[in-house]
Antibody, heavy 118, light 111 residues
Framework: QVQLVESGGNLVKTGGSVRLSCATSGFTFSDYYMSWIRQAPGKGLEWISYISSGGDDIYADSVRGRFTISRDNAKKSVYLQMNSLRAEDTALYYC????????????WGQGTLVTVSP | KFMLTQPHSVSASPGKTVTISCTRNSGTIGTNYVHWYQQRPGSSPTTLIYNDDQRPSGVPDRFSGSIDSSSNSASLSISGLKTEDEADYYCQSYDSSSRWVFGGGTKLTVL
């Protein structure tokens, strides 16, 4: 079955960097667009980045210029390089697969927690 | 850019029907599909409704989605409420300017 497993979350200091990974299985990864979506503690969902199957990327205003999404179709994985981290970046980060039928997200990982401390 | 506004919380008794609204503040609700997710405590979101009113396989028909152009809003209705329906519910839509937008979420309490 479809699986998305995030890793790489950590406690980092303000201004620091972290790289998240999302390993996938159970589907033809190269056929799908992928996104990163985050959820601050006790808050709602916020889409932050997207990558097409061919590598075109899009970012939310809140992270543009600081975060970089990438993918390795051979490794069936998507990544998020997060630089210049701020306290407001503290969140659970999900990778999600975009449905081929719609602009919805039909599969989500379990999330990986990034905590940015002063 | 548009925003989607949901009520912070709703509540109802087991067996009853509850409706959660999702109002778009600019642009027309019917221009872009609306999707709905359920997030139980401690779990990742799962899709309940996609493309306004479509249910993925495995989602009970107690869950239904609709669009109301007159109020520029989408709605998620849950009938025959069960205690297991207690969760957070999020609407989501997309356009080429705002990209993927989520509503703020609604906490459903089944009393």
């Amino acid at each position: 079955q479809v699986q998305l497993v995030e890793s790489g979350g950590n406690l980092v200091k303000t201004g620091g960097s972290v790289r998240l990974s999302c390993a996938t299985s159970g589907f033809t990864f190269s056929d799908y667009y992928m996104s990163w979506i985050r959820q601050a503690p006790g808050k709602g969902l916020e889409w932050i980045s997207y990558i097409s199957s061919g590598g075109d990327d899009i970012y939310a205003d809140s992270v543009r210029g600081r975060f970089t999404i990438s993918r390795d179709n051979a490794k069936k994985s998507v990544y998020l390089q997060m630089n210049s981290l701020r306290a407001e970046d503290t969140a659970l980060y999900y990778c999600a697969r975009e449905s081929r039928k719609s602009s919805s997200f039909d599969s989500w990982g379990q999330g990986t927690l990034v905590t940015v401390s002063p | 850019k548009f925003m989607l506004t949901q009520p912070h919380s709703v509540s109802a008794s087991p067996g009853k029907t509850v409706t959660i609204s999702c109002t778009r503040n600019s642009g027309t609700i019917g221009t872009n599909y609306v999707h709905w997710y359920q997030q139980r405590p401690g779990s990742s979101p799962t899709t309940l409704i996609y493309n306004d009113d479509q249910r993925p396989s495995g989602v009970p028909d107690r869950f239904s989605g609709s669009i109301d152009s007159s109020s520029n809003s989408a709605s998620l209705s849950i009938s025959g409420l069960k205690t297991e329906d207690e969760a957070d519910y999020y609407c989501q839509s997309y356009d080429s300017s705002s990209r993927w937008v989520f509503g703020g979420g609604t906490k459903l309490t089944v009393l």
